[in-house]
Structures are given as C-alpha cells and as structure tokens.
C-alpha cells in the first residue's frame, strides 16, 4: 500500500502523516566561522548526538544543517509529524538558545522573540522540496513504540523460560518475522 502525497502548499510536502521542511539561508558575511562553530555545538548537546535519538521537538524524524558555497549558505532541512502549525507551537515552545546560537549568523535574523516572529522567520526561507519520499511508515511516537516492543521480543526470545511458551501456532507470525 502507498501513502499518497498531499501538496501542503508553501509549508511543504506531507507524505502520510510527515511532512517535509527546508530552509535556505544566506550566512552573515564574516561569520562562516562562528556558525560553523555553533553547528558542531548543537551537535555535540544532549538530543542532538549521532544516536541519541531524543530530540527536544519529539515529531522530528531527522534535522540537518548544511553549509555550502564555501559557508556562504546554510540549508536547514527535517521531517516532522503533524501539521506546519503544530510544529512551529513546539519549536517555538522550546529552549531556543541552540539554535539562536546558530540562525544569529544568518541574514534577516533578529532573534526569535515570539510564536510570530519564528513563523516568519521560517516562512521567508521555505522552499516546498521539488521531490519527498519516505522509505518507511509511521510517526516518531509509532516507531519508537515499535522499537520498544522488537526489543522486549527479543528479550523474551533470549529467555529460556519461554521456550514452551513460544511452541504456541498463535505466535508463529511473530516468530516467522523474528527470523528475518
């Protein structure tokens, strides 16, 4: 089955239940540097390391930030679950300093101060994507609960105790899958 793409006008592409966003900037002459720096920053905090998979805005499926034109220019770029709105009410509704550390190198930022001002700032550089695909289902919350569960199976399949337990016909699906 496939998941229709639904044109979300100038807030993106929405595929199911996410939706595309990409931003481009124009970074501050002088300041290729400092956002630089402030990148690898934000990197480096709690939430936003390769693997900790618990970023502050809970609908992210993934967030990335890429300088090009010698750093002269940034691309923020993600995915999220739910509506522009709703994402832009928890962006807002968070602690902004990481990222205030890196939009104050760019051009036309002068700071984040309100719910308005975030969305303008973020409307002025939107691009909808020419092309999203999704290579899997679900939102953030569905898969991390798929994660949970596939991690208690396998503790239950490594536990000999359930050995018998596991002969019942009412779990072969799951073990057939399990053998992938």
């Known amino acids: 089955m496939t998941t229709p793409v639904t044109d979300a006008g100038p807030h993106g592409i929405t595929v199911g239940p ?3 966003f990409s931003l481009f900037f124009h970074v501050r002459p002088g300041h290729e540097q400092d956002i630089r720096a402030a990148i690898d920053a934000l990197q480096a905090s ?3 390391r390769p693997g900790d998979y618990a970023l502050p805005i809970a609908v992210i499926h993934e967030a990335r930030f890429v300088l090009f034109d010698d750093d002269t220019r940034m691309l923020f770029a993600t995915s999220f679950d739910g509506s522009w709105d709703s994402y832009m009410d928890d962006f807002a ?5 990481l990222f205030d ?4 190198h760019v051009e ?3 700071g984040l101060p309100d719910l308005a001002a975030v969305k303008a700032f973020i409307m002025n550089a939107q691009r909808t994507a020419s092309g999203y695909a999704r290579n899997y289902g679900g939102t953030v919350k569905e898969i991390q609960r798929s994660q949970r569960v596939n991690a208690a199976f396998q503790r239950v ?6 050995e018998e337990a ?4 009412a779990l072969a699906p799951l073990l057939e899958e399990a053998a992938d």
Do not use: V
């Open 93 to 97: 509704s968070k602690p902004l300093k």
């Open 108 to 110: 036309s930022y002068e």
């Open 18 to 20: 996410t939706s595309e």
């Open 46 to 48: 709690p939430g936003y």
């Open 101 to 104: 550390a890196i939009f104050r």
């Open 157 to 162: 399949l490594d536990d000999p105790a359930a």
């Open 166 to 169: 596991l002969q019942h016909p």
